[in-house]
DNA sequence: TTTTTTGAACTGACTGGTCAGTGCAAAAAC
DNA sequence: GTTTTTGCACTGACCAGTCAGTTCAAAAAA
């Protein structure tokens, strides 16, 4: 199927102009129009590709998500294959969260406005493809409780949340209100509170 | 006066209609009809109370933000109080925060939905607002490093950014995710966050 | 006391405009 | 010759904001 490849590019092109207008302006704000518009490709090109202007979004969260528990895994995995440790392993993922977000930072943004709103179409597309990006954050945790590197105490789910957060929300932030700094600067400050030298030692 | 009390019953309920309504479904989704059907009141009052849809919204992010602000530097103040160290008043305040999202969720989540959109009409009363949250922390950590409490290589921005977004996400996630723990299963995984005893001890 | 007036607060039907989604014939790409 | 894209007119639902009219409690007049 070489037509596939078209039809690829179409879709991507839909991807792209989407992305960015619905994280500007919100999912109901922003036209079907504008978004062939903006993808320079006719109206009915979208509703050729797309069943509905939600399952264009759908399959987008999808793909989405998709690159990013990819980036996240290849960077565990990457840090396991050098033989680090499995704290040197998360600190890699959080390298590897602000560097996804500062490639993609209209969809980070749009993933994060959608993803705690209840009664929506897509909540339960979001909720599946949420559990598999902290997952892979838990999996690295578990092993390190595992190896004694952390204290058993530990509460992976609540920790792998916390951490997810912490990323997702400093790298906005750092985008929004200090675009100035250095992706170096803001990882290194979370890393430091990672490795607990902020109020740490004890 | 009673009048300005009457006035102002109403526009506490037409918050608390808006609030729930464009946490659920986002500030576009949400009609005004349904806003002033939830509210109990005529549609001619919701333009009696605010001069328009952006306004009643951006009225509505002032008051909740000044609810936050209020809490955390009451948090902040009393630890201060009895003698505690800065680092129990940064506890303090995540406690703080958490008890604020548990009482206010919808809100919460509103004001993540909308804090890094660009091009919207609030978008400066929003930037205005979250600094006002963030300064109260940066307060706190400035202290801190002041009294040799934490180490003068932290970077204060960045980790009042990163230590607010814990928060935020945290406990939207465990609203959303996992409802079933509690308020101090939360707090005490991101007290552990903060005083290093994640991979600390370094 | 009783009646009348005032005005802030509120009401809800209505309007003008917008937008998701449709239908389809013709062109372009493959 | 099949798939994909285009262009564009059309529809029906929906919605922000308006406005002429209503309510009612408290002040003024009788």
Redesign the interface.
């Known amino acids: 199927m070489e037509s596939s490849t078209r039809r690829q590019a179409t879709r991507q092109k839909l991807y792209e102009a989407a992305v960015t207008l619905i ?7 922003t036209t079907v129009d504008e978004i062939a518009e903006r993808a320079g490709v006719a109206k009915g090109t979208v509703y050729y590709n797309f069943a509905s202007k939600s399952v264009l979004f759908e399959e987008l969260l999808r793909h989405g998500v998709g690159l990013l528990t990819a980036s996240l895994r290849e960077a565990s995995e990457k840090t396991a294959a050098s033989g680090g440790s499995k ?1 040197d392993a ?1 600190d890699a993922m959080i390298r590897a969260g602000l560097v996804f977000i500062d490639r993609y930072p209209a969809f980070t ?1 749009l993933y ?9 179409a897509w909540q339960s597309t979001l ?1 599946v493809v ?2 598999e990006a902290v997952a892979v954050v838990e999996d690295v945790l578990r092993g ?1 409780v595992e190896d004694g ?3 058993e ?3 992976i ?3 792998a ?6 990323v ?3 790298a ?7 675009p100035e ?1 250095s992706l170096d ?2 990882h ?3 890393s ?11």
Chains 1, 2 share one sequence.
């Open positions: 994280a500007e302006q919100g999912f109901s704000a704290v998360l943004q994060v406005a959608e993803l705690w709103r209840t009664n929506r909720a949420r559990q390190a590197e952390l204290s105490e530990i509460d789910p609540l920790t949340a916390a951490l997810v957060g912490m997702l929300v400093a906005l932030d750092w985008q929004a209100f200090q700094r600067d803001v290194s400050a979370l430091r509170l990672l490795q607990g030298r902020v109020s740490g030692g004890r």
